[in-house]
């Protein structure tokens, strides 16, 4: 669960909201030919204009289907619009089509008569046309979305008439002169975001000239590349309320020129993603100020004296400020009672220290309060006043305990609320779960000391909403829950008792349910799968027994059916064939029997983890199997299969090339947007150099194959050696004989590979000693003979790797091969492989991009990347244990072995 989603979500539509403000009003008729009353028919001319302007689209999906010669009247046409008054074509609106094609077909003067033209969200490539400037009664133009390139023609200038002009994600569009903009004196709002002002000297006069403008947007305008002249700022008569500046890496010399653009009816100012070092005085005399933004930005700011600098109206008007994930420092002291108007206030991701002071809690309007993932500590001595209104809380990472925190209850209008990770160590007090206020969207207290019944949580939930306990110390059985609920994770505590409480749900909204890692037992029931919304199941690591039921229902959604460590039995029922979009199929450790069935290959094509080992599956692998392309584990250990090991195995693409499969995303939609909900951090236990491991974040960056304990006999099929990005295989124990295929060596990525307790017999390729990142290795017990190969790795393993083969000699055993002079085993270079810590091998292997010489990139997160031995650790460990509060980004490239030694 991302603990952020209510946050993040109430972020969005904050985001929204500010979007929309300026969006198109309503745009008048156009047309003054008032003596004409040609009711809704188009005239001939500009019919042909319009067919001049289809001719040479691409209109893949058909979208202008209506536009023939034989439908006379044009006013009909999609996307077209008359006058009533007039019948002339007033209106284009061919937004989102995805045409394939340039902007060709000039629009002749014909159409003289069009107020609006939006040509939003295709694919409009080439030049912008200059013949738009002639389109002089425009009032709303939109090139958005296409890809345009080149400047913007000056012959803009004459559409003096227009009041939106959109042209954001145009293209790789630029601006040389601003001059023409200046003739645009009825311009509202003027969107301009990746268009390249760098050369435009005078776009800060230009702009701050324009009489009406409402809204600029300037987003990735390469700002801070323009050379501003020194002289010309002045006092602003501006009339701008929202200004975006965010993504120009500008610092604060910005503020220089900012002063123009800025009045007393400024109103949302968004600065986000730049590197500015505080807020000048100046903009405290900004007095309508009411939304700041600046998140994402490098360099330090100290709190609250930013604020301060705000402060010089007679009444703040900051209702917002956004600073997620910038360089903020200080502390919440009593002073932020000064800022009685802030509503929302998103700090997390920042370097405030200290206590966090009483006295914001009861800021008279705050709503949302966002602090999650800094140095702050939260007393729990507060006596609030009954006066807060705060509904969103955010305090993940903060520090709270050891008692929890029963100032909670004095909020009355609490909807969201996150303490997750806050070292609580205690009881939840019952009227914390009895007195819960408002409506109850998010709650999660996860990760922390937490221990004590869960009563049930009935009342008080709002549509979709979330509850996430999990790593806590709670016991007893799993409480009822609301049919309301949508995501409900009590993983990893000690819960007891049977699971139907699920069937108690009548509402069709759970789509998350994580029970994992408790004391679980019973059967599963049959109304389990009653739930069609169903994306993630887990319930592995319990006691649950009997047969998995058959689903009634086509869980077509199911992404993960975790069931490992249980102790199910019985044949996999058909039904499963149905869960097409299964990603993840956990079925390990438990008493599952009959064949594997054949339809996982045919039907569940985008599996990319599937685990059956430990179980009693008997038979053969089914060559199908080999039809999963996406599959990066494959793991059919401790089964009693037999026959030969199927030879497609090049059809397994993802094993063959580079590439990490997708997280597992859930999607929600909500009033018409869809939106990540929250990214499913997919975990399994896998043999993994010798031990049992459990992997989290790394799972997706593991590809393995794990046929051991098996009965399996025949050839290793020579395709394997084509798994070119196989980091892990293991075949031991079972009755495989032959030689090892000559070009295993080829398999370059391997990092363990183990063959042992087989029959197999010749030499060991030499090849194998081009697998230089080989960490772990078993030989024994076959039949091999012949010199160990020579190279770094091969040697620096245990002598006993290769035992029970008596016909194996060299280094690093004692026996002297036949030709052998003398006896000498070459020292080992750099550290010592093979045995030590296990897992942290493959950090290494991360590192280095696989070995294969050119970049990998890869996912980390807590924000460094540490590339010493020391550091990788620190960086492990951060990794997995924080699995689900981290913000994920893409932080290296590291290209080859060489590299990554040398540091
Ligand atoms: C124009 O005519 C259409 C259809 O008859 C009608 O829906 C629309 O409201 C009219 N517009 C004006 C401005 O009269
Ligand atoms: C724009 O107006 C200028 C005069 O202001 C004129 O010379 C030019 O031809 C016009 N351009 C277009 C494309 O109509
Ligand atoms: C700009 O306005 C401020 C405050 O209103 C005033 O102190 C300052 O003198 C003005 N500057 C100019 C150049 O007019
Ligand atoms: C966090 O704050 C405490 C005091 O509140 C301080 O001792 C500690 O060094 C801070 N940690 C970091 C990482 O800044
Ligand atoms: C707080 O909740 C009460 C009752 O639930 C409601 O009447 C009031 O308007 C809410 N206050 C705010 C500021 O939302
Ligand atoms: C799969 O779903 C379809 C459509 O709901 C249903 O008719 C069929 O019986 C299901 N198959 C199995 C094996 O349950
Ligand atoms: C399973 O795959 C087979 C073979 O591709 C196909 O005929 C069948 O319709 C699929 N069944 C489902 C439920 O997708
Ligand atoms: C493997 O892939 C090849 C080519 O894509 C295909 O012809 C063959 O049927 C596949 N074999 C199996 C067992 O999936």
Redesign the pocket.
Known sequence: MNPCASIIFSLFLVLLVTATTSQLVAVGEGGDDRNRVNMKKCFDNERLALLLFKAPLHDTYDTLSTWRSDQHDCCKWSGVECSNQTGHVTKLELNNFFSQDGLGGEISHSLTYLNLLDLSDNSFHGTIP?FI??LTRLRYLSLSSNSLYGTIPS?FG?LTNLQYLHLDSAGSCRVENMEWLSHLSHLEDLRMDGISLANANNWVGVISSLPKLLSLSLDGCELSQVMYPYSSFHNSSSSIEYLFLTNNNLNSSMYRWLLPLTSNKLSSLLLSGNMLDGIPKYLGNLCSLERLYIVNNSAVVKFPDFLNNLSGCTSLTLQMLITRGSQFTGSLSDEIQKFASLESLYLSDNQLNGSISEKLWELPRLQILDLSSNNLTVPSTYHLSSLSYVKVIGLMSCKIGPHFPKWIHTLKNLTSLDLSNTEISDTTPLEFWATWPSQLEYLNLSSNNISGKVPDLLSNFANLSVIDLSSNNFHGPIPNVASTLASLDLSRNKFSGGISFICQIVGGFLSFLDLSHNSLTGQLPDCLWHFKQLKIVNLGHNNLFGRLPPSVEYLINLKVLHLYKNELSGELPLSLKNCTSLNSLNLGANKFSGNVPVWIGENLTGLYVLILRSNNFIGTIPSKLCQLANLQILDLSMNNLYGTIPSYLSNLTSMVLQGFSQDIKVYRTEGGQTYVWTTYVDNAMIRWQGDEREFFNTLKLVKSIDLSSNNLAGQIPYEITNLHDLISLNLSNNDLFGDIPQKIGDMKNLLTLDLSRNNFSGQIPSSMSQMSLLNYLDMSFNNLKGRIPSSTQLQSFEPSRYDGNVGLCGPPLNKKCPDDEDLKVPPVVGESVGDGEGGDEIWGWFYIGGGTGFATGFWIACGALLVNRRGRHAFFHCYDNFKDRVYVKVVAFISNLQKARQM
């Open positions: 200059t400037g002639s012959q004459n």
